[in-house]
Each structure stands twice: as C-alpha cells, then as structure tokens.
C-alpha cells in the first residue's frame, strides 16, 4: 500500500522529483494556476531556491518565511498606506494559505494556518465594503464564515459560496468584488471536514448548511428569497445535495466539478488520486477529509456518499448549473453527465478540452467565472417568483 501515517519528516506524497515539483510550482505560478495563482514569482523563486527537500514542514516553513516578510510589510505600511497594506496583507495570506496546503495535518501546516487566518482577516477589514465575520451558532459550536453586501439601497440577492477539499473559504472570498460589481452579496465557509468547519464529514452534514439558509432569512441587507449556493470541485456535493434538500429555500445551486457518484467507487477513485493535476499530498487530503487511516478505508467509506445510491437524484430539485472539464482526471465527467440527463431544470457547461473545473488555456477560471458561472446566477437571482 502507498499510503503512509503522515508526520511531518514523511516527504510529499508525489510521483515528481524534488527538480521536477519545483518547476512544476514555477510554471503553475506562472501560469496564474491553482493551487498558486496569485503568488508573485520573484516570491516562489526564493522559496524553491531555499527548499532541499520533499519533507512537508520544510515545505511549509519556506513558504512561510515568505509570508512572514509580507506580513512584516504590511503592518509597517498600515499607518501611512491602507491600500499597500492591503496588498501585503493579501500576498502574506496567499503564502501563509499555500504553506499550509493541501491540509493542516503536520506541526508546521497546524502552526501556520492560523497565521493565513490572520492576515486574510487584515487584509478583509482593509477593504471597501469591508469584510464581516459572521458566526453563526450550530450544536454547541459555532459556524464561521465571511460576508460581504454591496453598498446599496436595496436589500441584495445572496450568493452562498462553499470551499472544496483544499480550498478554504479565504479562497472563496477572493473572488468578493466580482460578486458585488453585479449587485450580489457574497457568503463563504468552509465545507464540513475542513478548515473551521464545525460539523465533520458526514453523509447527513448539509444540516450545517440548513443552519446557514436560517440565520439568512433575518438579515435586512439580503433577500432571504433569492439565494444561490455555489460549490466549487469537492463541494459540489452539498450543492447538488442542497439543490435537493432545501429546493424551497434556494433559487438555485452550481456544481461546479463536483462528486456525485461515479466518483465514489473504488474502479474511479483508486487511480485518480495519483493524479498529476493535483499538485502533491492527494492522497492524504482526501483521507483526513473521510477521517480514514489508509486508501482501503477511504475506499469503503466513499461508497456511502454515492446520491445516486441513496435515492436523492430521484426527488425533486431546485435547478442546477453543472460545469466541468471533460478530462477532468480528479472528478469523473460522468458525474456531470448523471446530473443533466437526470434534472429536468439542469444545464450543462463542459469544456470538451478542459481538466478539473473545466480549466484550460483558452478557458481559464476567470472566464469560465465571467462567462458560465456568473451569467447563470445572476438569471436564476434575478428570475421572478
């Protein structure tokens, strides 16, 4: 078995060199691609030239000795320049938010996210409108998202944004502006099993969700009827599940790239966690989400997620966008496929050329946000009744 007790002398799990990972980070920096768009390169550079080896906490500790020299920019510059400090704020979590990646599960990763917590947080009170930390009590815990409503005499639709496997919802919320320039609110938390969620993976866990829709029907700055819930890669799911569960309550939900059945058997997942599309430590990101010791107990838990096997596809639903990359190596297009022919509300977008998401050159996230995913929302937020 490849799997292997992660600590944090164990190296990355990746069928890459150490020669082959670094040029592999430089050309995704390059590139503008996850999980390192946005980091500058003058700044990835420095950290591949200082790092020796594979071992995840001399990993982590590069990238974060990165970030600790943007953060120290941006608290100096805070006084007398709100907008610079701003910016360093952004890239100190951006590096802090990658030495972390793909999950918090060595001493240095565990040190180090709060650290991007904290600067994301700089960073979002520096912004205009400012970001709002919301926490919203769920079973003795509490759930902990960001929110930020444009400025405007109305009450604004709402869009629920959900993080993925390795995404946390920092990620989410980068995207804030794009949604306030068209007039929508933006709310993003992290998906149970990850970062600050407070409900574990569970097949039952979109009750957290259900929590959220509730404390949204109070608010007077959002329309509590014209919400859309967006899940991007992992979190796709609990969009697809939501579209079920609470068809009432929503106008509508994308999956973006996400699993829905295929995905969960053993014949697809098996190899497609050695996937070269994801950068190192699939494996080992996958099993803490599932709380499984090894890849035969991730696989037998998998099977119980399948919402083809549990019946929800065959009950009514709010309408669906469903987008994904037809060479998606992660997520199998054919969960796509289950969902469109299935939802007699659904639409399809899929990038014949596209890997996960429906990434590729000629259609980069950004455009795929402009031109598939943020058209779409803003119908169903917009369409009467």
Avoid at 120 to 139: D, Y
Wanted: aromatic share 10%; with cysteine.
């Amino acid at each position: 078995m490849w799997y292997v007790p992660i600590t944090s002398d164990n190296p990355l799990l990746t069928t890459r060199t150490l020669a082959e990972l670094k040029r592999e980070v430089e050309r995704r920096v390059l590139g503008n691609l996850p999980p390192l768009a946005g980091i500058e390169l003058e700044d990835a550079r420095a950290v591949l030239d200082a790092v020796t080896s594979l071992e995840r906490d001399a990993w982590a500790q590069a990238w974060s000795a990165a970030a600790d020299r943007h953060l120290e920019q941006a608290i100096e510059l805070e006084p007398r320049d709100a907008q610079r400090a701003r910016r360093e704020y952004w890239q100190a979590w951006k590096l802090f938010n990658f030495a972390r990646w793909p999950v918090e599960n060595t001493p240095s990763k565990k040190y180090t996210y709060p650290r991007a917590l904290a600067a994301f947080r700089n960073h979002g009170r520096l912004l205009e409108p400012p970001l709002e930390m919301v926490r919203i009590p769920f079973e003795n815990e509490v759930i902990v998202g960001y929110l930020r409503v444009p400025r405007a005499p109305r009450t604004a639709p709402l869009v629920i944004g959900i993080s993925g496997l390795d995404s946390r919802k920092e990620d989410v919320m980068t995207q804030g502006d794009g949604y306030l320039a068209r007039g929508a609110a933006l709310f993003a938390l992290d998906m149970p099993g990850t970062g600050e969620a407070p409900a574990g993976l569970d097949a039952k866990a979109d009750r957290m969700f259900s929590c959220v829709l509730d404390y949204f029907q109070d608010r007077g700055d959002v329309d509590p009827g014209r919400i859309v819930v967006q899940g991007r890669s992992w979190s796709g799911y609990w969009a697809a599940k939501l579209a079920v569960s609470e068809r009432v309550r929503i106008r509508g939900a994308v999956v973006h790239g996400g699993p829905i059945h295929h995905y969960f058997q053993p014949d697809w997942l098996r190899p497609s966690l050695e996937s070269l599309e994801y950068l190192y430590d699939y494996l080992p990101a996958t099993a803490q989400l599932f709380r499984a010791a090894g890849l035969d107990e991730l696989l037998a838990r998998a099977r119980a997620f399948s919402l083809l096997e549990t019946g929800a596809l065959e009950q009514p639903s709010a309408p669906m966008l469903v987008v994904n990359g037809a060479r998606d190596s992660q997520i199998p297009i054919a969960d796509l496929y289950l969902l469109r022919d299935r939802g007699v509300s659904n639409q399809a977008w899929i990038n014949p050329d596209g890997g996960h998401m429906g990434r590729s050159p000629e259609w980069p996230a950004k455009r795929i946000f402009d031109e598939v995913l943020m058209p779409w929302m803003l119908k169903r937020l917009n369409a009467s009744g």
